[in-house]
């Protein structure tokens, strides 16, 4: 186990409704980044935080937004979601000894219907 | 040009079998290299780091040419248990983490 955890698992949203997704770091990891998995395919960068600030971004539109907690927790937040948006997101902390591994959470599934 | 190209697969081999991935990637200031696995419907989890002067950890090995841009996963006497998707992950400094699209295994008895 990786000590990254992520709620809620799965979620059906509608077309234009806003959904959060969260993540807890691994214990001592300052850094969490998040992703987007569509089926098939390999994960995609969307954004990363370290210490409450947004450290980098991806090619995603700025109705993915984020943030970060004191406690390196994290929130994905997508409004006006499209049915593109469906897939696995992932995030993914580091921190530890080697900054550049992530460990990831098991993901949440979005199906946007 | 993607940033990280991967054989796309699947590969199906025998039990026993040996085989091997490659990975190309674009940007030559890249600085970290890695190789994960992934399970059906599971997260990432890392298999191993990548180094210059190549890896091994049991029955896989990891290679790095940074001449060629070009990383590889060797994985000999396959297992059942080794059938998963691998992914190939570069590093270009910071934040910017790029994942390749995977490249399927299939081990049959």
């Known amino acids: 186990e990786t000590g990254v955890t992520q709620s809620p698992t799965h979620l059906i949203k509608t077309r234009g409704q806003q959904v959060t997704l969260r993540c807890s770091s691994q214990?001592?990891?300052?850094?969490v980044s998040w992703y987007q998995q569509a089926l098939g395919q390999g994960p995609q960068f969307i954004f990363q935080?370290?210490?409450?600030?947004?450290?980098g971004r991806g090619n995603f539109p700025p109705r993915f937004s984020g943030l970060q907690f004191p406690n390196y927790s994290s929130e994905l937040n997508v409004n006006a979601l499209e049915l593109d948006d469906s897939a696995l997101y992932l995030c993914a902390s580091s921190g530890g000894l080697d900054t550049n591994i992530q460990y990831f959470g098991a993901g949440t599934r979005l199906s946007v219907l | 040009r993607k940033e990280v190209e991967q054989d796309p697969g699947p590969f199906n081999v025998p039990e026993g079998a040996t085989v091997a991935f490659n990975c190309t990637y674009s940007n030559s200031a890249s600085q970290s290299f890695f190789w994960y696995r992934q399970d059906c419907r599971k997260e990432p989890k890392l298999l191993m780091s990548?180094?210059?002067s190549g890896n091994e950890d049991g029955r896989f090995t990891a290679q790095l040419n940074r001449a060629s841009q070009y990383i590889s996963l060797l994985i000999r006497d396959s297992k059942l248990s080794d059938s998963a998707t691998y992914l190939c992950v570069v590093n270009t400094g910071g934040f910017k983490t790029i994942f390749g699209a995977g490249t399927r295994l299939f081990v049959k008895a």
């Open positions: 990548v180094y210059s």
């Open positions: 935080y370290y210490r409450e600030e947004e450290n």
């Open positions: 214990s001592g990891h300052n850094t």
